[in-house]
């Protein structure tokens, strides 16, 4: 992962995050595995709680982008590796104390299983669907009735890489502002927001939606929450943490931070939603694709603000 360097001093007013060198690349590759995690784990839950029939976006629809959002996930992350070659060895030894051999692995595990839940559900979206070799039809017909098993696997993995995208970065201790356990949490709901954002863009189901949104809105207060308390603990902690955080409380995050991340992709639409609900306003695509810009912004400024903050800064 790239790192900036701050040589113009040690005041917040010099650091301008606009002149930063922004590596796309990481922001991209952590927004798209918590928007895999949220679809996954929404697909798993309701189809182990029987609710197939009465959530097919979730269960079947959109799980069928979730391998190539994915294959875009990791394709950015190699283009982040400066030795491309060598990505091999991520699979030959496994390291508990590495946050980045627990996050290879867990992708390397919900990977096939994002292909083989969209293998399952792929005639039911498509009922005219024909496989075009007759192995792959028996490679189907097993996996269905393994359907539950996978279900429960991918539940389970859908968590760890929604907790791996936020603990990638805490683990960096040089970097006081993602030196912080409320990232794993923060962008494990994240994901489950978008998720669930994505769902109701899809979704034709009144029911459905309804319910998506009531999950929204819950991930968006839960979010709120965690926000307000990675802040909160800055602030108590140590000078160059204080620090880090007055990047967001007065310094040249402030605005893009509070007004389009949480302004814009998280109170704005959520609010929106309770109206929504209430019936006091017609539903809209709205506040689903502001959650979604919201999301991805909030990982880009993460990483930079990350990048910019340092022991030394």
């Known amino acids: 992962m790239r790192e900036l360097t701050v040589t113009s001093g040690r005041e917040m007013a010099h650091i301008d995050p606009y002149l930063a060198i922004w590596g796309w690349e990481i922001p ?30 979730v269960v079947r629809i959109t799980p069928l982008f979730a391998p190539l959002f994915l294959a875009a996930g990791l394709v950015a992350l190699f283009l982040d590796l400066e030795y491309k070659f060598h ?28 292909f083989a839940w969209a293998m399952i559900q792929v005639e ?23 359907a539950r098993v996978i279900a429960w696997i991918m539940l389970i993995y859908a968590l760890l890489l ?9 683990a960096f201790n040089a970097r006081p502002f993602w030196n912080t356990s409320i990232l794993g949490p923060l962008f494990l709901v994240s994901g489950f927001s978008t998720g669930a954002a994505l769902n109701l863009l899809l979704s034709r189901s009144e ?52 007004v389009f991340v949480v302004g814009l992709g ?9 109206l929504e609900l209430r019936g006091k306003i017609a539903a809209t695509r709205i ?5 979604l810009f919201g999301g991805i912004l909030l990982r880009f400024i993460i990483v930079d603000a990350g990048q910019v903050s340092g022991w030394g800064f």
Request: hydrophobic content about 55%; overall charge positive.
């Open 87 to 114: 990505v091999f060895r991520f699979y030959t030894n496994i390291r508990l104390e590495s946050p980045m051999s627990w996050g290879s692995w867990t992708l390397a595990v919900i990977f096939p299983l994002s």
């Open 162 to 170: 929604g907790m791996y995208t936020g603990i990638l970065l805490s």
């Open 28 to 57: 991209l590759y952590l927004f798209i595995g918590g928007l895999v995690s949220g679809i996954l784990f929404f697909a798993a839950l309701y189809f182990i709680r029987g609710k197939e029939a009465e959530m097919p976006t």
């Open 287 to 291: 506040p689903a694709l502001l959650v």
């Open 207 to 258: 029911h459905e939606k309804r319910l998506l949104t009531r999950i929204d809105v819950i991930a968006i207060g839960v979010e709120i929450f965690l926000i307000i308390h990675m802040f909160m603990g800055f602030l108590a902690s140590t000078e160059v943490q204080i620090r880090a955080a007055n990047l967001f409380l007065g310094g040249p995050y402030t605005a893009p931070f509070w």
């Open 124 to 146: 039911k979206v498509f009922p005219n669907w024909r496989w075009p070799f007759p192995w792959l039809a028996s490679v189907v017909s097993f996996l269905k009735k393994y």
């Open 266 to 274: 998280l109170i704005f639409p959520g609010l929106v939603e309770i």
